[in-house]
């Protein structure tokens, strides 16, 4: 079976990581599927979907190692162009992905101990996240 | 149901990027599955599959970032070895990945309106590359 | 159909790299399925998986990049308060990320020619790690 699910999800802008950990799971509580793999696509090109230790020390030193990787003090050619600020984000979303897949057993996710799912914001301002969560079972 | 496709596309060599969202979705159109998830598997160590918007900007500061993350004109054991000028190539495929999983619904993939599939070259002289495509309905 | 397997496997601590192609294959030689994709999900939040040319020049490579994305000897917010000593662990685990989706046909894993799947263990010290193998077919 094959069940597909839209969630949504707002964040606060830049630097903002939300933890949907949560959110995934109660999905699965009610599906129709005991056992299978969730899989979780992000409708975005400056955010992106990752999975990570949900400790406030990680969660920062994850940001600086993301500035590093595209600074938001560069220069980007898309920044020269449109002017929107988030050059870096796109980069860095590109990067880091937007699609996961987790299994799941019992309708219960299979994460390791300290793995949460987080979907983490890279763009400038506030913004409306779509995640489309496919369950295949 | 399952099916699965082979495609063929061709690079110009180093910081091609090729979008292939058109290809992928032609494919679906004609598949017997009408919602599912579509896999991409890229069978390659010297390219990349992601999402990125396609503006001309954001992919010369993609490209800027993968040479950050791996100079071309680094130091690599690798090339040391064997001399094929391509160890940059390899590290940033093994970092940013050659599997992709998106969701489609009613033919049509589950795609944000900005977000668009390319493969991208990291190898430096042409190449054929084969993407394994998997539709999961 | 859909088979769930656990594979365990042992690092010897920091930057150790394990070649699991052929532990996979095996499982997928034994399945009920003939085709189909597998789904790897490795339940930790300081290893990784990638697939990437298994040279000792290249995996070398691989780690000088990932020590220049987060440098052991870096300042984490996580070492300060926790005093474990894998900070950097933490980071290169959510940007490399735990999952990896493969096609396979009459029950051979669909790779490149060079590519292998590798467990890259980032953690400070020996670990025991987890592999949920999913097999959808």
Known sequence: ?????????????????LNITEHIQ???????????????????TTSSLTIIEWEPGILNDFRNAMEKIAAKSGIYEHELAWH?????????????????????A????????????????FDVRPRKRTVIMQIHG
Chains 1, 2, 3 share one sequence.
Do not use: C, Y
């Not at 109660?26 to 975005?44: P, T």
């Not at 309708?107 to 987080?118: A, C, F, H, N, T």
């Open 84 to 104: 929107d600020g988030n050059g870096h984000s796109h980069v860095r979303s590109g990067i880091l992905g937007v699609s996961l897949s987790i299994p799941f």
């Open 106 to 121: 019992k309708r219960k996710l299979m994460l390791g101990e300290w793995q949460q799912i987080v979907l983490a914001e």
């Open 26 to 44: 109660n999905v699965i509580e009610h599906s129709d599927a005991h056992d299978g793999s969730v899989n979780l696509f992000l409708q975005s």
């Open 1 to 17: 079976m094959m069940e597909t699910h839209k969630l949504e999800f707002a964040t606060k802008g830049e630097n903002d990581i």
